[in-house]
């Protein structure tokens, strides 16, 4: 009986010890990392922002934005809006506290590049998932021949009262232009460059074979309101197609056929008068902001379609913004330039 119990004793002490080790090797489950992208293949874009400023241009290519102070009722009248969209799973969704729309002015040109004016300045920025800016990456010389950022409107239409608009995406270039203002470095300002380095060593705009749209302009060509999808495409074989590059509005075959699309977010634009509009109103009227029934039939109407765009009836705030504009803006010396 005595060695029954010793050996039951051996066996339960087996038993435990057994027990103890493999609980102590056995890992406890915690959070899986991101995993970093294998050699060859580049970060996932998880976040995107688009800063929309406006500007005015020193050389086709050579934009200049100067900062403004100015602090407005209404923050979509600001001349610079910050937006960015988040993917979630599959899908892409606007931040919160993000601008949902964008007011524009219908560009007007006085003979060449550097009177045409407004021009909007577009900077873009991606994100991976653990909020790394992975510009460079996409910038490389190696890879930067496979990706580029269209810029294209969707559900073109007139605002009440106007003549309809006969939109088809050919028809494109009517209603919008973007120029593609690329550098290499990605990062670095060709137009500071010259000025500050040697020759050798200044940055310089891409070819227009070389479109990647981290750095361009928006103009306006009509007013309108539409959607404006800017989405990035990656074609693995190389973007041209016969040696010549897609157009802003439209992925060649390079991308629909052999390539994917890695995001599509939309924009709603509000181009509600011009630059003649805008101009008037910054004047002012009697040192204070213009009545409404100061202003000329065609500014009414643009007055309507931009309190429409701000869900406004308030005409004396929104002409009061743009006097704050006008008085706001910085010095020509400063600012940012491409």
Known sequence: MKNICIKASALALLFVGAFFLTSCGKKTDEPKPTPAPQEGELPEITKVTFRIGESHLHSKKGIHYVPNTAKTEFPLLAIEQKITYVKEGNTWKLASGSPDRLIGIQMISYGDYTTAAPDYALWVTYYDANGKEVNAAYADPKVRNQYQLFLIPSDVKAFDGDDAIDFSIDKA?????????????????????RKQDPQEKQAKFLSDNEPIGMKGYLQFKKISQFNLHLALWHAPKGKLEGDKPAPFYAPNKQFTEGGKKLFDVVLPIYVCGDRDFTDAIKSGYND??????????????????????????????????YLSLYHGGGAESGGEEY
């Open 173 to 193: 270039p009517e209603i919008l232009h973007y120029e593609y203002c690329d550098s290499d470095p990605w990062d670095k300002s060709v137009q500071r460059s």
């Open 288 to 321: 204070g902001a213009v009545p409404y029934n100061q202003l000329s039939t065609d500014h009414q109407k643009a007055a309507n379609r931009i309190m429409k765009a701000l869900n406004t009836k308030d005409w004396i705030k929104v002409a009061t913004d």
